[in-house]
Nanobody, 126 residues
Framework: QVQLVESGGGLVQAGGSLRVSCTAS?????????MGWFRHGPGKAREFVAV????????YYDDSVRGRFTISKDNAKNTVYLQMRSLKPEDTAVYYC??????????????????WGQGTQVTVSS
């Protein structure tokens, strides 16, 4: 069974930075084509944030975070990171990581992902 566990959420002031992590365990070798980050803010639907190919360096971002957020990975640690800078109150959300097999790139739809973490809360105060 594949498990994804997020960590690193918290409370930060607007303009600040925060890094969240997602570590995968279980049968991960050869399972993943890409890893994504999504978020679910208050009163909003869950939305795509960023994605990275498990093999290679390709990344893709939603327009709302491009230039402020950076997705990266450490394959040896089965871990994906989301470095968030210049945070805004509207970035407040539960952040989820998700894993998918090879498929359409970049894969911004929730339905493209097979495995999900439990989420980590990020709160940005004004």
């Amino acid at each position: 069974q594949v498990q994804l566990v997020e960590s690193g959420g918290g409370l930060v002031q607007a303009g600040g930075s925060l890094r969240v992590s997602c570590t995968a365990s279980g049968h991960t070798f050869g399972t993943f084509g890409k890893m994504g980050w999504f978020r679910h803010g208050p009163g909003k639907a869950r939305e795509f944030v960023a994605v990275i190919k498990w093999s290679g360096i390709n990344t893709y971002y939603d327009d709302s975070v491009r230039g402020r957020f950076t997705i990266s990975k450490d394959n040896a640690k089965n871990t994906v990171y989301l470095q968030m800078r210049s945070l805004k109150p509207e970035d407040t959300a539960v952040y989820y990581c998700a894993a998918a097999g090879p498929g359409i790139w970049p894969g911004t739809q929730l339905s493209a992902y097979n495995y999900w973490g439990q989420g980590t809360q990020v709160t940005v105060s004004s």
